[in-house]
């Protein structure tokens, strides 16, 4: 056997008697090097049981970027952090609107749509655009809104007009690399939970300097919570940001990370999808299964449209997830769609 950890095989076989690492364990497993045998061994153990969890499915969501300003969110890894941005305050119209949303939703086959505004946002704005959206969704696609800190009644408000869920973070050094507060996150997530949406969450934004410890303990604050999906991200060097001298860790690494993500949240009774950003193919052969396709604004490029810079449009996720070895694609009722290169060629043809 060339697994040396016996701790470490207590651990898988737990994971295949649906009991999650602890705290310790995860930490643990995050101590191994990404190149180590333990790692690619906790990655494998991570998709074997996610995919035959999920009957082999994998859920393509899109991402708008709807509003954007100098951010008072000023976190020093992202493009519109108000004291480093280069942006200029810009709203998109209606009609962009409509067009990016039907890019996304022509197919059929979109679970979920995230529209994105800065850490402040005008809540009509946020109306219309979830309005604008909802008219051309189909109803196999969810709406979702990632936004700023927000009370209960906001969120209230927004599922009235037919937001599904919420993405939301805590961010690793949350208030030291970025102006905004711990506990006001945090409350944010149990705000979106109160008011009866769905809440995803992230471990991010990962760079080479976060220890084990760090990692274990904000993966966990999700955990918690019952979210409905959890993922990891890894902070993009992006040029002229703050952070972006500190460097990157590779996709190997984060696919380890994503694996014990995978591992730690698999067994929460509400969660149900993984993800990894940005889309990559180790992180998708360990575990993750989730993809996303980005339009309009990005606060990881500092190309205006992400379209035409590192966002995905959504036959280039069919395609990863197809070369990913996914049997199906589901859709945001559920129903499932045999992804075959049949299929996304069809899909890939269509105006
Ligand atoms: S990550 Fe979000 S909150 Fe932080 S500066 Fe960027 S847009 Fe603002």
Redesign the pocket.
């Known amino acids: 056997m060339l697994i040396k950890s016996d701790r470490l095989k207590g651990i898988i076989q737990r994971a295949y008697d649906c009991k999650p690492p602890t705290k310790d364990e995860v930490k643990f497993m995050l101590e191994f090097d990404e190149t180590s045998m333990e790692a690619k061994l906790i990655r494998a153990t991570a998709d074997d049981i996610i995919r035959n969890n999920s009957d082999n499915s994998a859920i393509i969501l899109g991402q708008i970027g709807v509003d954007?300003m100098k951010?008072?969110?000023?976190?020093k890894?992202?493009?519109?952090?108000?004291d480093h941005?280069e942006f200029e305050p810009m709203r998109i119209s209606d009609d962009e609107l409509r067009i990016k949303v039907h890019n996304f939703v022509k197919g059929g086959d979109l679970y979920g749509l995230y529209l994105m505004?800065?850490?402040e946002y005008e809540l009509p704005v946020l109306l219309n655009a979830v309005k604008t959206a909802r008219e051309i969704t189909p109803d196999t696609t969810q709406i979702w809104v990632n936004i700023?800190d927000t009370d209960t009644d906001t969120f209230k408000e927004l599922k009235k007009n037919g937001v599904t869920g919420v993405y939301h973070v805590c961010?690793l050094n949350e208030g030291i690399d970025?102006k905004?507060k711990p506990e006001d996150r945090i409350h944010t997530m149990d705000n979106a939970l109160e008011a009866g949406l769905e809440l995803y969450t992230c471990l991010e934004p990962i760079g080479p300097e976060h220890t084990p410890e760090m990692l274990a303990d904000h993966m966990f604050i999700g955990i918690e919570r019952g979210i409905y999906q959890h993922a990891a991200m890894r902070r993009v060097a992006v040029p002229g940001t703050p952070l972006a001298k500190r460097g990157q860790i590779s996709e190997l690494r984060l696919a380890q990370i994503v694996a014990i993500v995978g591992l730690a949240s698999f067994m929460v009774p509400t969660m149900a999808y993984l993800g990894v950003h940005e889309p990559n193919t180790l992180g998708y052969t360990s575990g993750a299964n989730i993809i996303t396709a980005e339009s309009g604004y990005n606060?990881r490029d500092s190309n205006g449209d992400t379209s035409k810079g590192r966002g995905m449009d959504m036959d280039a996720c069919r395609k990863m997830m197809l070369e990913c070895g996914f049997s199906y694609l589901r859709r945001g009722d559920e129903s499932k769609i045999p992804l075959t290169l049949d299929y996304i060629m069809e899909k890939a043809s269509e105006i």
Do not use: A, N, S
């Open positions: 954007i951010c008072p969110g000023g976190c890894f992202c493009t519109f952090g108000d941005t505004t800065m850490h700023g961010r970025t905004l606060p």
